[in-house]
């Protein structure tokens, strides 16, 4: 079996399994999604989860939070890791957004990147999951780790595991891929992978390193 076709069975199979996979990052627009992946680097989504109804309360749109300082909204999101440099990236990702975009979040990775705090990976998952633009696949440390245990990468280089993956993966399954990889390795693939109990058994080369 090759690698396009073994990946296509291996999502068929988490798609069952994960039925209602989606972002767990609670947002309602592009905005609020794109802030909360910001929010998110280092952190988890759960402890994020926490603070976003208070800071969309206090900033709901671009505008206000471009027009605080970042001293106004670090008390928000103080439970965060990193929370200092956070702040100074929603503020000024807003006020480039609002100077640059007309208020707008940008619809393409070259814009999106542009921004302050946004990464690759960030304006993977804002343009799949917000815009259904999808212009390539968000590499987080749960892809990185699975596609490396299935034996479709050997690096955790995140830009060439998405080139490979892009090759192989059609484009309609980009933005589900990620969502599906992070919920089987939180349940199943994690630090130390369950195999006795995984659905992907067969199709996986279960390449563990000690140190994945
Ligand atoms: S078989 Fe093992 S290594 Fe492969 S995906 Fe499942 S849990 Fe991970």
Not at 34 to 45: E, F, G, H, K, R
Not at 75 to 87: E, F, H, V
Not at 114 to 134: C, E, M, Q, Y
Request: hydrophobic share 40%.
């Amino acid at each position: 079996m090759n690698n396009k076709s073994r990946i296509s069975k291996i999502l068929e199979l988490l798609y069952d399994e994960y039925p209602k996979s989606k972002v767990s990052l609670d947002y309602h627009n592009p905005y609020e999604l794109l802030a909360a992946v910001i929010l998110s680097a280092q952190s988890t989504d759960k402890g994020v989860n926490k603070v976003l109804p208070e800071l969309f309360r206090r900033f709901p749109d671009v505008y206000s939070i471009s027009q605080a300082s970042p001293e106004e909204i670090k008390p928000y999101i103080k439970t965060i890791g990193l929370y200092n440099n956070k702040a100074k990236f929603l503020n000024n990702m807003a006020k480039k957004v609002v100077a640059d975009f007309d208020g707008s979040i940008p619809q393409t990775m070259k814009e999106l990147i542009s921004l302050p705090g946004v990464a690759r990976k960030t304006a993977n998952v804002v343009l799949g999951n917000a815009f259904d633009k999808p212009k390539g696949i968000a590499v987080d440390t749960h892809v990185i780790r699975l596609t490396n245990r299935m034996g479709f990468v050997d690096t955790k280089n995140a830009v060439k595991i998405e080139r490979e993956l892009v090759k192989i993966v059609s484009k309609d399954k980009w933005t589900k891929l990620t969502m599906v990889f992070i919920d089987h390795g939180r349940k199943v693939c994690g630090r130390k992978p369950k195999c006795d109990e995984c659905v992907l058994a067969d199709y996986c080369e279960k390449i563990i390193l000690e140190s994945s």
